[in-house]
């Protein structure tokens, strides 16, 4: 299969004006007459529905969740990038762009980084005028702080909440689009299966999660925007209901999956405490600006931290990086910190944690500036851990925290099937091998507010609106339905002893033993085995309570963990044929002399895109080579 | 660590619920209550039981999604909380915990612990915004707002919309969660424009949604785990009196 | 827009307007009520029974005094009413277990403002009958007294006589500490209506509530208790 990205032509800076320029349009008139689905109500869908509708497009928008307010966006703290130079510290667009491809250890597409860049700067712009309040400067300027992987100050923030404050902006306006009835939203519906007919995407299949009535919704273009699928790890800072299973059942009609080894572990979250927990709590990169990270210089020291004197203390993130320091890049930071603790200097009753120390910040700044900055985030940690940050330093230790891989798309935001858009995390396009802090919030927004609303009118100009309307088609729906109405039957049908939160529990150990921060050629050949040992398992002994026909939350995490067992086992063999280091993707088997990813760039340089091909059968790995016209491909170096 | 739970179970919006009581055993100070709730279900599940229905997602106090009342509480009896930053270490070992949803007429109970609370999405679709198509910005600079008001407006923003408010207020009100939006952006300068239709239509669409009226007893401020203040009411009130005068 | 402007009169915050609004002209009227009373304590009757009778000097004003305040009582009921009743409501079940009252903030004067103004309206009434009417004892009516050779209703003595009675000197006094409850939660209600609450102020807010429903409760009572005591006699 050849994948063709349509990258526009000429300079890699004038690509997308150059986009914009030629795109094909929809006439304003006709654009009423094309449906468009979104699922999922996070930055990407809240903010493509309701630009599209803003547009003129009649939208149907779908989320899990019982608002769509909830999206688990509404989570990230720290902060959103945008090339804007408020600070005159020397950022520009390019330096952003720079920035980012380097920070994905060159495993992203240049041109749509760029496109990243160059929107970023709108974004922050729409929100200002959303009423997003950003945290500001007394003379009533933005305020920005600095993120890792970068050495300017870019970052915009709302206390601790930017996510939130980001989301319920799109949310507003997505419910001023539901209000004037241009949307039509479809809270506590999860998406099923996806319609493929005639070599497009037609429409979905939808649940009904509180009547479990299944129901096709046909339209001209169906966008994904549900998000990463870091829960396979079942211990993650994702939101429990967190997903793959929209983003899979395209995979499953034909949408390749691109990188799914590509998970980021991010370097900052609240340690492990029993084998009960359900969920890590990340504490924000932006803690780094003021935290210094550190365990004992010897293995085996169990004094608190506070009889550790200072030379005895290893701040090992300043020694190893000493230009970045503490605002290393998250896959670097957090293998060090797995190094420091495998080495037996980990602190904390599992030795699994180190420290984060604000003691320095607070006698600098005082304790009321690090209670102003970093209050909520403190008070968290104080509520989960029973311990004050300000008195002694906190633990983290690294937890699996975003999905750089996804659905294939090119440069429209396509995937390899006509129609199907998928934006935000639920893509694979802009991060690489590693995503920077703050570059989330960033992508989902630039997908949904400014670069999706140009695409998809080059795709609907060309399409007459409307289905088919022939029999064929309505096959096609009935045949989706029918095989998610099997599907439910079957998860209830098992009737074994083992609820499904023990099979994702098992499933997340395997894959972070064997596909977590460093990876091994047998591990992973181990891990493909346990994957589908469990899967085959779950589907013999799972028990599913209850029935189809009402609120039955154990069917749905059945149908996701379902999902779940079939990715693990995707992601650790896109980790066993990715024979290199880059970013996130640590094999031992590639590290230099100071234990640094060893890229290959002469194999590696490209993307990996699975195509399904059915029930127990291997996937197909194919490539999309990466081209760099504008950055340099070189080791990267934070030292 | 022991809790006798005392849970409210109710089959679907139109059945008659009532309270079934569950052992928990085994537990640990660190747990969360949520935590508890998932240990609790998965016995259930192996018992062949259905498991306690309950809302939850991110289980970092953000989403909103959590909501029960414990022993009468809502979200618990913790201040400045979610019910899933509730730890087990708040309450006494042997200790009974009655759980119960939301109760409001404005939020049916769907099942169990789930209630319906889409009456606070109504509101936000009736006003809850500033009516800016995507690309319409000026540069983000151009309008200085000064770092006080940006402070207020962040704290009123805060809320997460979970419905502790409605739930704790013995009228089943939502003035707290309009008047954190309405206040908002209403301080803002970019909420001037619709700053008197914004308030009208929410108010209408509040009380078209079946909340009740406040009453000025405070409780929603009280429970809000984000510990929005009351003193948002007021200024709702009086922004409402200056859109009525406008009409005038 | 008049139809905008009902529904927005007619919605919930725009009867909370009227209930405070009301409210504010009842405080305003019973306190200079308390204050003509006080005149009780004058050391002789001629101070009461002359303001009494310039009051009545007047019916035009006094019939228009009159049917305002019954007005302003009936929109203070029904706002209060309405709302109450949606309130009910609004909260169809409550928690089988109650939270505990410190998590809560909940007072007992603000959870029984129906009940402690019922029971305000209902001595109201009586106390017209009994004083204004005076109905309740005919002998008020034909209680004449003299000042300066002018011919008056001798209101002096008739206080005295009303409240010898220990049982209407009971109710009085009951009804005046409902008065209190009900204006401590009211007049600190009032600045919330008003939108003139504050984090900061709240202290001072319900401290100055407080202070006006203690000073309306000992102005009025001890009219009875004076005349019971024997601090104000025939």
């Not at chain 1, 094909?24 to 869908?45: D, H, Q």
């Not at chain 1, 510290?89 to 041109?111: C, M, N, P, Q």
């Not at chain 1, 609120?551 to 379902?562: D, I, M, T």
């Not at chain 3, 009582?73 to 009743?85: E, F, K, Y």
């Amino acid at each position: 299969m050849k994948l063709d990205p349509r990258i526009p032509g000429g300079p890699l800076a004038d690509k997308w004006t150059r986009f914009k320029a030629n795109a094909r349009l929809v006439n304003p008139s006709n654009k009423r007459k094309y449906e468009v689905i979104v699922v999922g109500t996070g930055l990407a869908g809240a903010s493509a529905a309701a630009s599209l509708a803003e547009l003129g497009y009649r939208v149907k928008s779908f989320c899990f969740q019982d608002s769509p307010r909830r999206a688990h966006s509404i989570a990230a703290q720290g902060g959103i990038n945008a090339a804007k130079n408020y600070q005159n510290d020397g950022d520009s667009v390019h330096r952003l762009f720079h920035d980012t491809i380097k920070g994905g250890d060159f495993r992203s597409r240049e041109a749509n980084v760029h496109r990243l860049a160059e929107v970023s700067v709108n974004i922050i712009d729409q929100c200002v005028a959303q009423g997003v309040p950003f945290a500001r400067e007394y003379g009533g300027m933005l305020a920005n702080r600095s993120f890792g992987g970068a050495q300017v100050s870019r970052t915009f923030y709302a206390r601790g909440a930017t996510g939130q404050q980001l989301l319920l902006g799109a949310y507003s306006a997505l419910s001023r689009q539901i209000g004037l009835g241009r949307v039509r939203m479809f809270p506590r519906h999860e998406m099923l299966d996806l319609v493929v007919d005639e070599g497009r995407a037609q429409g979905i299949i939808t649940r009904n999660l509180v009547t479990g009535e299944l129901k096709a919704h046909e339209a001209d273009a169906v966008l994904l925007c549900t998000g990463g699928y870091g829960n396979a790890y079942y211990l993650s800072t994702y939101a429990r209901g967190s997903n793959v299973t929209a983003t899979w059942r395209a995979h499953r009609r034909g949408a390749l999956f691109s990188n799914p080894c590509f998970t980021q572990i991010h370097p900052t979250c609240i340690p492990v405490s029993g084998d009960y927990q359900s969920k890590l709590t990340l504490m924000s990169e932006s803690l780094r600006n003021d935290g210094r990270c550190w365990v004992p210089k010897v293995s085996g020291d169990k004094r608190s931290a506070s009889q550790i004197p200072e030379g005895e203390r290893d701040y090992f993130l300043e020694r190893l990086y000493p230009s970045y320091g503490n605002l290393a890049p998250r896959d670097i930071a957090s293998r060090a910190a797995k190094r420091v603790c495998d080495e037996g200097r980990g602190v904390g009753p599992s030795g699994l944690g180190v420290y984060l120390d604000f003691a320095e910040a607070i006698e600098r700044l005082g304790e009321s500036t690090v209670r102003e900055r970093y209050a909520n985030l403190f008070s968290m940690y104080h509520e989960i851990t029973g311990e004050s940050a300000y008195e002694s330093p906190m633990r983290i230790f690294p937890a699996v925290h975003y999905t750089m891989g996804g659905l294939w798309v090119d440069y429209h935001l396509m995937s390899n099937i006509p129609g199907l858009f998928v934006l935000g995390e639920a893509n694979f396009s802009d991060h690489g091998a590693n995503r920077l802090g703050a570059s989330a919030l960033m992508q989902g927004l630039a997908d949904g507010y400014f670069v999706l609303p140009y695409t998809i009118g080059d795709y609907l100009s060309q399409k007459k609106p409307g289905g088919a309307k022939s029999g064929r088609q309505a096959e096609a729906f009935w045949e989706a339905t029918e095989s998610v109405q099997a599907r439910t039957k079957k998860l209830l049908s098992v009737k074994g002893s083992r609820p499904v939160s023990d099979f994702h529990r098992r499933l997340g150990k395997i894959l972070w033993d064997q596909c977590g921060m460093s990876r091994t050629k047998q591990g992973l050949q181990k891990g493909i085995d346990a994957v589908r040992e469990l899967r085959k398992e779950f589907w013999e002994n799972v028990n599913v309570p209850g029935s189809g026909e009402d609120l039955n939350q154990s069917l749905e995490k059945a149908g996701r963990v379902s999902d779940f067992l079939e990715l693990g086992e995707l992601m650790c063999r896109d980790a066993l044929e990715r024979d290199e280091s880059c970013g996130c993707h640590f094999r031992e088997e590639h590290q230099t002399s100071d234990g640094e990813c060893e890229r290959k760039d002469k194999e590696f340089s490209h993307v990996s895109a699975w195509e399904y091909q059915g029930e127990g059968k291997a996937e197909v790995r194919h490539a999309e080579p990466l081209s760099f016209e504008e950055v340099q491909l070189a080791t990267r170096s934070y030292k | 660590m022991k809790l006798n739970l005392r849970i409210w179970r109710q089959k679907s919006k139109d059945s008659e619920g009532q309270f079934e009581t569950y052992e928990a055993d085994g537990l640990t100070p660190d747990m969360s209550f949520l935590e508890m709730l998932d240990v609790v279900n998965d016995r259930l599940t192996k018992e062949g039981k259905e498991p306690v229905a309950f809302e939850h997602d991110c289980r970092e106090g953000i989403c909103g999604s959590c909501a029960m009342a414990i022993n009468g509480e809502p979200h618990g009896p913790n201040q400045g909380a979610t019910t899933c930053q509730v730890y087990l270490r708040s309450f006494q070992d042997g200790e009974t915990l009655t759980v119960e949803p939301w109760r409001a007429r404005a939020f049916p109970v769907i099942k169990d612990l789930v209630a319906d609370r889409s009456g606070f999405d109504s509101i936000i679709q009736a006003g809850g915004f500033v009516s800016v198509n995507t690309g319409q910005a000026p540069d983000a600079n151009a309008i200085p707002i000064g770092k006080e008001v940006a402070e207020q407006a962040f704290d009123a923003a805060h809320c997460i919309g979970c419905g502790a408010c409605v739930a704790a207020c013995r009228n089943g009100s939502a003035m707290l969660f309009v008047a954190a939006k309405v206040s908002h952006l209403g301080l803002l300068p970019q909420g001037q424009p619709e700053r008197a239709e914004r308030v009208r239509k929410m108010v209408a669409a509040m009380d078209a949604a079946g909340f009740g009226n406040c009453s000025n007893q405070y409780a929603c401020e009280a429970v809000c785990p984000k510990e929005i203040s009351a003193d948002w009411i007021g200024r709702m009130n009086r922004d409402y009196a200056v859109s009525a005068a406008k009409k005038v | 827009m008049s139809t905008q402007i009902t529904s927005m009169i007619q919605s919930s915050i725009g009867r909370k307007w009227i209930v405070a609004i009301t409210g504010i002209l009842m405080i305003g009227f019973i306190f200079v009520h308390m204050t003509g009373n006080l005149q009780m304590f004058a050391g002789t009757p001629d101070k009461i029974n002359l303001y009494a009778h310039l009051l009545h000097s007047y019916p035009l004003v006094l019939w228009g005094f009159r049917l305002g305040l019954i007005a302003v009582t009936g929109l203070h009921i029904w706002g209060t009413l309405s709302l109450a009743r949606e309130n009910r409501r609004a909260k169809p079940v409550d928690y089988a277990v109650a939270g505990r009252k410190s998590r809560l903030k909940v007072t007992w004067t603000s959870v029984t403002m129906v009940i402690s103004g019922t029971v305000i309206l209902g001595f109201v009434v009586f106390h017209l009958l009994h004083f204004t009417a005076q109905v309740v004892d005919k002998s008020y009516a034909s209680m004449e007294t003299a000042v300066g050779g002018v011919a008056m209703h001798d209101v002096y003595r008739m206080v005295i006589k009303g409240f010898s009675n220990p049982w209407i000197s009971g109710f009085y006094l009951i009804a005046m500490a409902l008065l209190f409850s009900h204006l401590k939660h009211g007049a600190a209600s009032v600045f919330q209506t008003f939108g003139l609450r504050d984090r900061q102020l709240v202290q001072v807010i319900q401290a100055g509530a407080w202070i006006l429903a203690l000073a309306l409760f000992v102005g009025f009572s001890s009219i009875p208790v004076g005349v019971m005591l024997g601090w104000i006699r025939p």
